[in-house]
């Protein structure tokens, strides 16, 4: 029940800068603004990487989703993000996160998806270390830490930018995550809390829950991580071509199974 | 030296300058406009001694950059403070402050109680207090002015190496300790990373444009005080931090535990802190040190010694006693490296390209082979390009120069470290459970939210209780406040929203808004709150205390799921 009742965001936004001007910002369909700030708000996502615990958070997915239908410029008041098309420095036409003619730190525009910032087609198959590069390429021009001497708003932009490549890296580098973000981009939402129905899965969920709490040495647990490794690799082919077709159901199938094969595999690691 | 190579881009920016200040030893280091250069002292040194003697004499005290021993047993007259970076920020009920007291020559006051030790130097034979933070400002005084000497100009910008097991109070104290100094801190790196930046600069591929190929290092760092462990992948002069783990433990542990083998009832034997007994235990800890040195190099070393009290000390150590004596110590350094491969999910040894081992016990056979072990190849491999006394500070002035916003025109500073935090940050929720919102080896800067909700029928305020997990189990209470005019409603029913963000500069802070759910606009119901992190000061085991007795369960808070890390 509570999980229902619960599904509403609270999402602020909040100025990377000291806190002697905090200005604070709710983020909503109805903007509320609790303190008059003359200059630029920068809207701050929750990010939903690296551990399924993030996910579990209900207002993440309203965030994607207000960015993913493209309301971001009804999230700033007075932010510049309507001006995307040119550079807020140099008026060069469409920059792309840092503007090209000088090299200015653009602020964050959110209909731009984490594919994109890694010039990668909407697909769930992506090439090993095509991310790796560009992550790296994209922070040694955005990182916080290369910007020291540039403006307090451009160096809010980089900081902006640079947490958003990396949520935009480490949603995509795991196939798991990379999976429930492509469907959230199709506007479906994964709860990865929702309760299996299906008996097989159930029964199968069971019998390797057992075979990992019984398992005797390393050896055996190892045994199971490997074996764990193929279903996720046999999943993860069927939700490629599941999401290919457009059969969306067939998806979500298989990414709940990827949640449950990976979930054995963090047991595994902890028990290792 | 210095003088010919010239400090002529500092005209107009005024670059930082790196200090790794270690538990033993402290250099310093700066970019020269073309490369990183060591500062010396005026006895021409690149090591100096951290430690500041108090006396009557001297106006001021003077510390291990200007002063020169006549002898190490004038360190241990008690007169003279040292181990400032193991002592700052503890309280009196940290294990490391209780053995401290029992080992070291001036005065360490416990009361075990959860409030910051009594430290005192002798002087004419009275103890007069000081504290770490007075002692490391007095140092840094010291650094600062050589620095000054040296480079012909104000110093004020400084880059400073931090073990990467230091608590957020830690890192408070040692910020507190150079603004004492007059030093403006622009980062205080975790010395990792500063090693990582001094790699992805020597990794850096000769041609520009090409990126290379990534490399995966592990860096192993074990000083006198501190030991971490961390894995990067590093290309085109980029190093990711993958994973970051760090413990107190280091050279001064070894030492101590070799001491008490030597004489077990050291810590009755010198609980008074007379002059005699500190004269006793000066020559024991002298002894000791040598003895451990030379076991990096003999299979056996004979300690012969003499107390002074009657005590006569005639033993031979050899390695494989050494190592059994230090088995806790080894142990650690062990199951830090496999909880930092664990975490950076790199599986296979065989996929580090780069072991790179630095720091003062860097030359103590066990540790290389402990390390080689675990990564399965032999010691001729060590990575051999960075001198393991240097690698910190030579990494710190690196980023003292990209801080104060250097472009080299040969592309060598086109250089970054990409983050991690080392330490989980969480609230108190479910009872008294530590929830983690941040969790370790999160890259920075980082933001990570979490919704909680009321225990209690009408519960009308929450309190917001903040954690740092420093090791397994072991949570110092950052800060506190309360969210207050929460709606009067069924527990379960508003939503408590609990916000942590990192920046990049590593500053903590935690927001905390209220939401009913319902139909309408959804916006809080009351302003949110924004506080920076730590709140609470020292004592804050006491506060915790204070808190659970005051308050009990009536502000808790609780995770809407009722569970936990599923």
């Known amino acids: ?151 307090k708003e451009e160096r809010e932009y980089a900081a902006e930018q640079s947490a958003r490549v ?46 990992v709490e019984e398992a005797a040495d390393s050896q055996a647990l190892n045994k199971i991580q490997s074996q764990m490794e193929e279903k996720l690799k046999h999943w993860s082919n069927f939700f490629a071509n599941a999401f290919g077709r457009k059969f969306f159901d067939e998806a979500l199938k298989s990414i709940q199974r990827m949640t449950y094969y990976h979930r054995v595999n963090e047991e595994i690691v902890k028990k290792l | 030296m210095s003088e010919q190579t010239g400090y002529t881009v500092a005209s107009d920016t005024e670059i930082a300058i790196g200090i790794d200040i270690g538990t033993f030893q402290c250099r310093l280091a700066v970019w020269n406009g073309s490369q990183v250069e060591l500062i010396r002292n005026t006895r021409n040194q690149k090591l100096m ?230 004269k006793s235990m000066g020559i024991l800890r002298v002894a000791t040190q040598d003895a451990i040195h030379q076991l990096s190099s003999q299979a056996s070393v004979q300690i012969d010694i003499d107390l002074g009290n009657g005590t006569r000390i005639c033993r031979v150590i050899d390695v494989e006693e050494f190592e059994e004596i230090n088995k806790d110590v080894f142990e650690k350094c062990v199951s830090l490296i496999t909880q930092c491969l664990r975490d950076s999910k790199v599986v296979k040894a065989e996929y580090i390209d780069d072991v790179i081992l630095v720091g003062g016990c860097s030359s103590i056979p066990k ?71 941040i969790d370790r080896n999160t890259t920075l800067p980082a933001r990570r939210e979490m919704v909680f909700t009321t225990a209690h029928e009408n519960q009308t305020e929450a309190l917001i209780v903040v954690y740092e997990e420093v090791d397994d189990a072991n949570q110092l209470l950052l800060g506190y406040f309360k969210v207050v005019g929460i709606p009067a409603a069924r527990s379960g029913v508003p939503e408590i929203s609990v916000c942590m963000d990192i920046d990049a500069s590593n500053m903590l802070r935690v927001m905390a808004g209220v939401i009913m759910p319902g139909s309408g606009p959804r916006k809080p119901v009351v302003p949110l709150m924004e506080v920076r992190m730590p709140t609470a000061d020292g004592g804050h085991g006491l506060c915790a205390d204070a808190l659970n007795k005051i308050l009990g369960s009536n502000l808790d808070l609780v995770c809407p799921h009722g569970k936990l890390n599923t």
């Open chain 1, 166 to 211: 990396i949520d935009a890296y480490t949603t995509l580098r795991k196939p798991l995550s990379r999976a429930i973000y492509l469907m959230r981009l199709e506007g479906i939402e994964v709860d990865e809390e929702q309760t299996v129905s299906e008996p097989e899965l159930l029964g199968e969920i069971m019998e390797i829950r057992e075979a």
């Open chain 1, 1 to 151: 029940m509570l999980k229902t009742v619960l599904r509403t965001p609270l999402s602020t936004l909040i100025r990377k800068t000291l806190a002697q001007s905090i200005s604070i910002q709710l983020l909503e369909e109805n903007v509320t603004q609790l303190q008059n700030q003359p200059h630029f708000y920068t809207v701050y996502r929750f990010n939903s990487n690296e551990r399924t615990r993030v996910f579990r958070n209900p207002q993440i997915h309203f965030i994607r989703n207000s960015e993913l239908l493209g309301n971001s410029s009804g999230f700033c008041s007075s932010g510049s993000i309507d001006e995307t098309s040119c550079c807020w420095n140099c008026k060069a036409q469409s920059p792309f996160l840092i503007c090209e003619s000088c090299g200015s730190v653009q602020p964050v525009d959110h209909s731009v998806d984490y594919f994109r910032i890694f010039g990668l087609e909407r697909k769930f198959d992506i090439e090993d270390g095509s991310l790796e590069g560009m992550y790296k390429n994209w922070q040694k021009k955005l990182h916080p830490d290369l910007v020291h001497t540039k403006s």
């Open chain 2, 49 to 278: 001694k951290s430690y500041v003697t108090f006396s009557d004499e001297s106006p001021s005290p003077v510390g291990g950059v200007s002063n020169q021993l006549s002898h190490e047993y004038e360190m241990l007259s008690g007169a003279t403070i040292f181990n400032m970076k193991r002592l700052i920020g503890r309280l009196d009920t940290d294990p490391i402050v209780s053995k401290a007291s029992k080992t070291l020559p001036f005065l360490i006051q416990t009361l075990g109680i959860g409030v910051r030790p009594f430290i005192a130097a002798l002087v004419n034979n009275i103890w007069r207090s000081t504290t770490p933070e007075e002692v490391l400002a007095i140092y840094l005084l010291e650094l600062k002015a050589l620095a000054e000497a040296r480079l012909k100009r104000p110093v004020r910008d400084v880059v400073l190496t931090v073990p990467a097991a230091f608590s957020r109070f830690q890192l408070v104290r040692i910020a507190r300790s150079c603004a004492m100094a007059g030093l403006h801190v622009l980062r205080l790196m975790p010395e990792p990373a500063a090693v990582a930046l001094l790699y992805a600069q020597q990794q850096m591929p000769k041609n520009m444009g090409d990126s290379g190929s990534e490399k995966i290092g592990l860096i192993f760092n074990m000083g006198a005080g501190y030991c971490d462990v961390a894995v990067i992948a590093t290309a085109g002069g980029v190093s990711q931090m993958k994973g970051l783990a760090g413990s107190s433990i280091g050279g001064e542990d070894l030492l101590q535990n070799t001491m008490h083998w030597l004489v077990p009832e050291m810590d009755s034997l010198f609980s008074s802190h007379g002059l005699e007994e500190i």
């Open chain 2, 367 to 437: 540790i290389r082979q402990i390390v080689t072990g675990i990564c399965k190849r032999s010691e001729t491999e060590i990575y051999s390009g960075i001198n393991p006394m240097e690698a910190a500070v030579r990494g710190a002035a690196l980023e003292g120069a990209l801080a104060s916003g250097v472009n080299d025109p040969l592309g060598n500073l086109d250089l970054l470290t990409i983050q991690v935090n080392a330490h989980s940050i969480g609230v108190r929720a479910n009872r008294n459970t530590f929830v983690p919102i």
